[in-house]
T-cell receptor, first 112, second 117 residues
Framework: QKEVEQNSGPLSVPEGAIASLNCTYS??????FFWYRQYSGKSPELIMS????GDKEDGRFTAQLNKASQYVSLLIRDSQPSDSATYLC????????????FGSGTQLTVLP | GAVVSQHPSWVICKSGTSVKIECRSL??????MFWYRQFPKQSLMLMAT?????????EQGVEKDKFLINHASLTLSTLTVTSAHPEDSSFYIC?????????????FGPGTRLTVT
């Protein structure tokens, strides 16, 4: 069974804090991992992709991957109210061609 | 780069009519396109996967005769909702993959909000 698990939240953090979003997945052989942001009423937007163990930083966003633990996370530093959205974790499972399996998303609210 | 458009952005139709939604990759060739449906406050639900020039692969429970998908070129896929009913009212979102050869990112269109009256 191909599964991507996320804490649905809601997760609330004060402005300027670090928001930590977590995701676990079921297939140890997976190689491709993505974080999408979805504002209410809008479609998802790709914000990060990560393929190797360790950290990948892009501006205020850091993705962390631990394949041994089947765990991927997204850290948002200096959180802003504009970061308030649902964050979707997506995994390309082995043998899935280009299909991604999405988690149900974590709703983040950044309080001013 | 990697821009995907959808048209129309919203549509209202009467029960029993058909609606066509277009999805275009504007600056890359999409070898694979995906169609999703999302109900309010729910997660994305994959409906089907289409590869250029091939028949679409539908997910379990999705009626292929009701949701017709055509992927005639590397930049265009269409979804036709046939004989629409109020329960088909939803947010339909396409995504495209193929901007790069091996990294598998999917880029989403802005979505089409369908209301069937």
């Amino acid at each position: 069974q191909k599964e991507v698990e996320q804490n649905s939240g809601p997760l609330s953090v004060p402005e300027g804090a670090i928001a930590s979003l977590n995701c676990t997945y079921s297939d140890r052989g997976s190689q491709s991992f993505f974080w999408y942001r979805q504002y209410s009423g809008k479609s998802p937007e790709l914000i990060m992709s990560i393929y190797s163990n360790g950290d990948k930083e892009d501006g205020r966003f850091t993705a962390q991957l631990n394949k041994a633990s089947q765990y991927v996370s997204l850290l948002i530093r200096d959180s802003q109210p504009s970061d308030s959205a649902t964050y979707l974790c997506a995994v390309r499972f082995t043998g899935s061609a280009r299909q991604l399996t999405f988690g149900s998303g974590t709703q983040l609210t950044v309080l001013p | 780069g990697a821009v995907v458009s959808q048209h129309p952005s919203w549509v209202i139709c009467k029960s029993g009519t058909s609606v066509k939604i277009e999805c275009r990759s504007l600056d890359f060739q999409a070898t694979t396109m995906f169609w999703y449906r999302q109900f309010p406050k729910q997660s994305l639900m994959l409906m089907a996967t289409s590869n250029e020039g091939s028949k679409a692969t539908y997910e379990q429970g999705v009626e292929k005769d009701k949701f017709l998908i055509n992927h005639a070129s590397l930049t265009l896929s269409t979804l036709t909702v046939t004989s629409a009913h109020p329960e088909d009212s939803s947010f339909y979102i396409c995504s495209a993959s193929g901007a790069t050869g091996t990294t598998y990112e999917q880029y989403f269109g802005p979505g089409t909000r369908l209301t069937v009256t």
